[in-house]
């Protein structure tokens, strides 16, 4: 019965918002084409085959062969798992990392709030691609590293968020009633503050889950991406080299990754004006 | 407001000494050893090695470089290139010429373009000219800057043959005075099109957002009852107060501005800082790196101290005490 | 006549899925130089109701229909200039929110500077200070506000401010829309009677919007009373007060603690606002209406003078004759 409401309580929010709705469907797609990858493509995305470059229409290769001989096609649908597996993983690092930090800077206030905002103050001032790089470029590119750098340079966002919330929830009266009823300050932060304060958040994480992988690409691009594992990045880095002629390979996976960040920039959009009625009103 | 600005400055320079500190630990800690890099050959010769390492104080532990890199920087000297051996300094002044004729240039062109076209729509809320440009917003917001760049080489310089495919001048003609510049500026249009076209959606949201989160105010109510007329609350009281959240943004951008946009400066070989910095790191050229670090820590630095300033001009509600 | 009268008012939002009736059938008159008194609990449609007067309700997901007679002119149909003329000059208005009142960026004079001379484009600089010092003075405010912004005064002056600005072109009509709310006791009784004060001076007719039956019984001759957008009873205050004749100022007035100090038991009224957005057959009361009967249930009641008093109307079955 609860199930049902909550099911029904979803449907009523998609129906109402078209953002969310179309990346709900987006993101159902892909995690289809992640989850079913093996089924789906038609070929092994680390054989090589024998035409190289061939043009899509190819038979056996509708999107065409890469430099090596690679099934393009073959190689975007495995890619999916891993741009994917990044942003996910990127993403929870900064949004978890970001509501303890933030909420125990709103939370706890006075000295600890201003040691923490100062903190944040100076990874704002970091530029934080250039970071990443250095980290990337200097101490290897595997695929573990480049998820937690990027999750460890993106979560003050979040952070600035959670404060914010949890500045304004410990003034609320459940608040107020269970330090009253001596709760101690650990329990209140987890139980009351982070639950109540995290929808922003989630909201936030969702974009943050497109940047990951935009940032992802960009530095697969630059030839800094993990070799042992296929990227979409790292399909249009290989593919730059075979420009003009074999266009294909750097186009079709960049189309990968606009329709990817797109998905979750809808979602986190429609999470958005969910949360905030006053701006869907607007709208 | 001398006072303030003294305490920012006082704790933008902390903020720089820490950043560069971590950086300058960071390069260091890492694995790679520029001087083998230096040496080239697989089996380089140890003394050779030691004469190098010497030379550039890399035989020292990284605390004592540390502080002669300070003592160095305070007598204005960043150093010089393990590679080329030219200084640091000039190294960077040689690019940043070029990067900020690009980023600068995309950067103004593109808030100007967001920002009327958010006015605009916002206006014109719920239209149809108002959901055509969300969506394509969303598209080209979604969409990395080094792919469409690509994309913009692939469509207009190799088929059309419009525009150069990369570079900053035709190096083969060796044009002098206007014609020199006219040819910087055919090889300025792809990649300033590119960078307009993905940063553009991020100005157009804000100002759009903020001048419908200002037009439900209850101010322009009270205009509204008032009798006077929409086009003067608009242009007066609205975009006062709407262009508040641009500006912020903007002074972000343009603080950022110097690190200039590797990946786009790859994509088009554009001889800016962005190149600089990527083939100093690969090639752990750690004077030059450092040196781009600290310059662009500084600018960042100021730049957000100025918008500070100007923000407290635009807007009576902030106060420096 | 009277300076305002409302003919069979309607307002309804229409949301996406459905419309919702913010006021239904409401009828009201307002002679010259009266002060009136609209209450009601928050949702009953009395907000609405000022701003559909004044048509300052977002006209794409509002819907307005009856007469709203203003001198005889009917306000609905006036073109968008007419209207524009009419406002500050003739109808102006207080707003409950008075700290965001006025665009927090601009010099609160600067900005009543503007606002008179929507009126008189070419008024003269000295001659609007001179004019808002005055309206400072009336207010009790000192005219070092004229150059100070928004945030720098306090929920009291900013009030002031609001009323200072309402009163700028000598308006005929003044709506208070729950506009001492949400300040402290002392600062609403002063405000209040200076605004009294200024009534019998300037010749102003007011209606004041609020929940408080107790500052419409201290500052009003006449009070209405809503429930669910639709008028229950209106009359004289010291009437309608003393001998409350519909079941709903009845409990509205027990949910009051009493003028004279008397220990009644305070009692709210059980239930709650009904669904706006459907159909309601008969009154819209009868569902937490202690006396309902079939009939209130079925059929809606319409206005009835009572006691022979031209001016004071109840909507209930049970008064008069049954």
């Known amino acids: 019965m609860k199930k049902d409401n909550i099911f029904q309580a979803v449907m009523r929010v998609l129906k109402k918002n078209s953002q969310l709705r179309m990346g709900v469907i987006l993101l159902i797609v892909l995690l289809c084409v992640a989850l079913f990858a093996p089924i789906i493509a038609p070929c092994d995305p680390y054989k090589l085959y024998d035409a190289l470059v061939a043009g899509p229409g190819t038979p056996g290769h509708i999107l065409g062969t890469d430099g090596l001989g690679r099934d393009v096609l073959s190689e975007i649908i495995y890619g999916t798992r891993t741009s994917l597996m990044i942003g996910v993983v990127a993403a929870s690092i900064s949004g978890i990392l970001g509501t303890c930090i933030g909420g125990i800077a709103g939370f706890f206030g006075g000295k600890i709030d201003r040691f923490i905002s100062e903190f944040m103050n100076f990874f704002l001032m970091t530029p934080s691609f250039f970071l990443i790089l250095i980290i990337v470029a200097l101490f290897g590119s595997n695929i573990m590293y480049i998820m937690i750098v990027i999750g460890l340079t993106s979560w003050t966002g979040n952070a600035r968020l959670m404060r914010a919330q949890a500045i304004s929830l410990k003034e609320r009266t459940f608040v107020k009633s269970a330090q009253a009823m001596g709760e101690s300050r650990f329990s209140i932060m987890f139980r009351h503050i982070i639950p109540n304060g995290i929808f922003p958040i989630i909201a936030q994480t969702t974009m943050n889950v497109s940047s990951a992988i935009l940032s992802e690409a960009g530095l697969s691009f630059l030839g800094l991406g993990d070799p042992n594992v296929v990227s979409w990045g790292q399909i249009i880095y290989h593919g730059k080299q075979y420009m003009p002629k074999g266009w294909w390979i750097s186009t079709f996976a960049g189309v990968a990754v606009v329709f990817t960040v797109l998905t979750f920039f809808l979602i986190g959009d429609g999470l958005n004006r969910v949360l905030s009625p006053k701006m869907d009103a607007n709208n | ?321 | 006549m009277a300076l305002l009268e409302l003919k069979n008012v309607n307002v309804r939002y229409i949301m996406k899925d459905k419309k919702v009736h913010a006021c239904q059938h409401v009828s009201l008159e307002i002679e010259e130089q009266d002060s009136i008194g609209i209450v009601g609990e928050s949702g009953s449609g009395k907000s609405t109701l000022a701003s559909a007067v004044l048509r300052l309700l977002p006209q794409r997901i509002t819907q307005v229909d009856g007469e709203i007679l203003y001198n005889g002119k009917d306000l609905l149909k006036l073109t968008k200039d007419e209207m524009d003329a009419l406002r500050w000059t003739d109808l102006s208005i207080v707003f409950q929110k008075s700290m965001s009142a006025l665009s927090p960026v601009h010099k609160v004079g600067a900005q009543m500077e503007d606002v008179y001379r929507v009126h008189f484009p070419n008024a003269q600089k000295e001659e609007i200070k001179q004019r808002v010092y005055d309206l400072f003075k009336v207010v009790n405010l000192s005219d070092r506000v004229y150059e100070l912004y928004p945030h720098e005064l306090s929920g009291g002056m900013m009030q002031r401010v609001s009323i200072a600005l309402s009163l700028l072109h000598n308006p005929r009509l003044l709506v208070l829309d729950e506009a001492t709310t949400a300040l402290d006791v002392v600062t609403q009784s002063q405000i209040l009677r200076e605004i009294m004060s200024l009534e019998q001076n300037l010749n102003v007719t007011r209606i004041m919007i609020t929940h408080d039956v107790s500052v419409v019984a201290s500052t009003c001759k006449k009070i209405a009373v809503m429930y669910a957008g639709r008028l229950m009873e209106s009359g004289e205050t010291k009437d309608v007060l003393v001998n409350p004749q519909h079941p709903y100022t009845q409990g509205l007035l027990k949910s009051f603690p009493s003028f004279k100090g008397a220990k009644n038991d305070l009692r709210g009224i059980p239930g709650s606002l009904p669904d706006l957005s459907q159909e309601i057959p008969g009154c819209v009361f009868a569902p937490r209406c202690p006396f309902a009967t079939e009939k209130c249930r079925t059929v809606e009641p319409e206005l009835k003078t009572v006691n022979g008093k031209g001016n004071w109307k109840v909507a209930c079955h049970k008064v008069g004759g049954e």
Request: aromatic share 12%; hydrophobic share 45%; net charge positive.
């Open chain 2, 1 to 321: 407001m001398k006072r303030y600005i003294g305490k920012r400055a006082l704790s933008g320079l902390l903020v720089v000494l820490l950043s560069v500190c971590f950086n300058f630990t960071l390069i260091r800690l890492a694995p790679g050893d520029p001087i083998r890099i230096m040496a080239g050959t697989d089996n380089p010769n140890e003394e050779m090695i030691e004469a190098l390492q010497q030379k550039y104080g890399l035989d020292k532990s990284i605390p004592e470089q540390f502080v002669m890199f300070l003592g160095n920087v305070a007598k204005g000297d960043l150093g010089y290139s393990y590679i080329s051996d030219e200084s640091v300094i000039k190294l960077i002044g040689e690019k940043i010429g070029p990067t900020l004729a690009l980023s600068l240039t995309a950067v103004l062109l593109s808030v100007t373009f967001g920002t009327l076209i958010g006015i605009y729509a916002a206006r014109k809320n719920g239209s149809r000219f108002d959901r055509f440009v969300c969506s394509i917003s969303y598209v080209f917001d979604a969409t990395p800057g080094f792919w469409l760049g690509l994309m913009m080489i692939l469509i207009f310089a190799s088929s059309l043959k419009w525009f150069p495919t990369s570079g900053m001048v035709n190096l083969r003609a060796n044009y002098k005075g206007f014609a020199y510049f006219a040819d910087v500026c055919r090889h300025l249009v792809l990649p300033i099109s590119t960078m307009v076209l993905t940063q553009t959606p991020y100005y157009f949201r804000i100002a759009r957002s903020s001048v419908l989160q200002v037009m439900s105010e209850d101010f322009i109510t009270t205009f509204k009852a008032t009798g006077m007329k929409e086009s003067r609350i608009f242009n007066k009281y609205v975009l006062r107060n709407a262009i508040l959240p641009t500006v912020t943004v903007l002074g972000m951008s343009l603080a950022f501005l110097l690190s200039g946009s590797v990946l786009i400066e790859t994509v088009f070989a554009w001889p800016g800082m962005g190149r600089l910095m990527f083939s100093s790191i690969s090639k752990r050229d750690y004077p030059v790196l450092t040196g781009i670090y600290l310059v662009t820590s500084v600018v960042i630095c100021i730049a957000m101290i100025l918008v500070d300033i100007l923000y407290g001009f635009i807007d009576p509600r902030i106060r420096y005490d």
